[in-house]
């Protein structure tokens, strides 16, 4: 079974320039992540997504982050302008859609690391 | 939003011995789940134990859930060298669909 895919692995850009990350998810998975880790700090959710609706993006920077997942299966999450503070690794997570044959577990990708310079 | 805290912050020990990490969370759960990563990579399941389950093996870890304390703990016996990493443990809050909340982890050293 293949992973969860994430491009690009690296990522280092001007403050105030635009970047994007897109994931692809392990088939048949409804439900996508995207979290923001800082280094050092555990991984913080910035937007959850079931099939290609939105569940929580209340911790998604609006003014600069967007995120869509066209047709429930790959996601794209965008930055623009990035700042400084937006130095991380974002992680792109799936899971099967909730009920008795769903484990909770998360899948992860290997994460894009972005530095702003 | 409730999040899991890991302690200690740090550990280190000598590879055959156990490591034991510990979870506090602030609200009801439907589940607690156990990750590790390491160093430049993914998150990787561990093991998910459910909020009416009490204790739980795979291998040689073992994972407690104490709901009236808001506590988990996960222990990891006969430690190898490559079991050094970051382990993080994440709640589901009850009520809340998936949204699985991370602590800030325990980084674990095992010396050879």
């Known amino acids: 079974e293949a992973g969860v895919a994430q491009s690009p692995r690296y990522k280092i850009i001007e403050k105030r320039q635009s970047v994007a990350f897109w994931c692809n998810p392990i088939?048949?998975?409804?439900?996508l992540y995207w979290y923001q880790q800082i280094l050092g700090q555990g991984p913080k959710l910035l937007i959850q997504f079931q099939n290609n609706g939105v569940v929580d993006d209340s911790q998604l920077p609006k003014d600069r982050f967007s995120a869509e997942r066209l047709k429930g299966v790959d996601s794209t999450l965008k930055i623009q302008p990035a700042k400084l503070e937006d130095s991380a690794v974002y992680l792109c997570?799936?899971?099967?859609?909730?009920?008795?044959?769903?484990?909770?577990?998360?899948?992860f990708g290997e994460g894009s690391r972005l530095t702003v310079l | 939003s409730q999040q899991g805290e890991e302690d200690p912050q740090a550990l280190s020990i000598q590879e055959g011995e156990n490591a034991t990490m510990n979870c506090s969370y602030k609200t009801s759960i439907n589940n607690l789940q156990w990750y590790r990563q390491n160093s430049g990579r993914g998150l990787v399941h561990l093991i998910l134990i459910r909020s009416n389950e009490r204790e739980k093996h795979s291998g040689r870890l073992r994972v407690t859930l104490d709901t009236s304390k808001k506590s988990s703990s996960l222990l990891i016996t006969a430690s190898r060298a490559a079991d050094t990493a970051s382990y993080f443990c994440?709640?589901?809050?009850?009520?809340?669909?998936?949204?699985?909340?991370f602590g800030p982890g325990t980084r674990l050293s095992v010396l050879p």
């Open positions: 088939s048949g998975h409804a439900t």
């Open positions: 997570a799936s899971s099967l859609v909730a009920g008795s044959l769903n484990t909770g577990e998360l899948f």
């Open positions: 994440a709640t589901d809050e009850a009520g809340y669909g998936q949204n699985f909340v």
